[in-house]
């Protein structure tokens, strides 16, 4: 609802409150506002961000009554007529990618995305999540792409070859993310790895 409103840098401090797991919880804004930090913050380029615009599609079909509660008033208005509904992520990703904005608040978007993206792979890698590592590199590659739209490619996979370095004995998700990596189009291929 924040970002519906326009209100990008309320999400974005709603989601910074919010616990680095539990992703998959219908009163967690991560699967929706990390996604719209990285559109926010690459407009107009947020046609160019596959890794994002997919991490946003996930939101399609979740029950984000809890966490509508928790930001506001609930709606008694009842269910939609048919034939009118349009799916949340597209609703979400044309708010971010129109936000009116500043060069410094799109700055501060992008670092808030990359924060986000940091402490949720090291959550998730540090305690093992062997089943999220996918969805780790997903939202890596998420970031990188970003990243890659501003700052260039080589930035990007700088970014990448740095997280995958970061965990050198976490072989599954140095696959993950390796593999997620060569799938953007955005993105180039990780480089092998230095022994």
């Known amino acids: 609802m924040l970002v519906l409103a326009g209100r990008i840098d309320d999400a974005s401090a709603l989601f910074r409150q919010s616990d680095p797991l539990g992703w998959s919880r219908s009163d967690h804004p991560g699967p929706a506002v990390v996604p719209v930090l990285l559109i926010a913050a690459t407009a107009p380029e947020a046609d160019y961000l596959p890794a994002a615009t997919a991490l946003l599609a996930a939101v399609d079909g979740r029950d984000w009554r809890a966490l509508a509660r928790s930001v506001g008033p609930e709606d008694d208005s009842g269910p939609a007529e048919a034939g009118t509904l349009v799916e949340l992520s597209a609703l979400l990703a044309a708010r971010a990618a129109t936000a009116s904005s500043t060069a410094d608040q799109r700055a501060r978007w992008l670092r808030d995305a990359g924060a986000a993206t940091d402490t949720r792979v090291a959550a998730i890698v540090s305690a093992k999540h062997r089943g999220a590592y996918d969805r780790a590199a997903q939202l890596a590659t998420a970031y990188a792409e970003a990243v890659a739209a501003i700052d260039g490619t080589s930035a990007a996979t700088a970014i990448l070859t740095g997280l995958r370095d ?29 022994r």
């Open 166 to 194: 970061r965990y050198p004995r976490h072989v599954a998700f140095r696959s993950a993310l390796e593999g997620a990596a060569r799938r953007s189009p955005r993105l180039s291929p990780l480089p092998s790895r230095r």
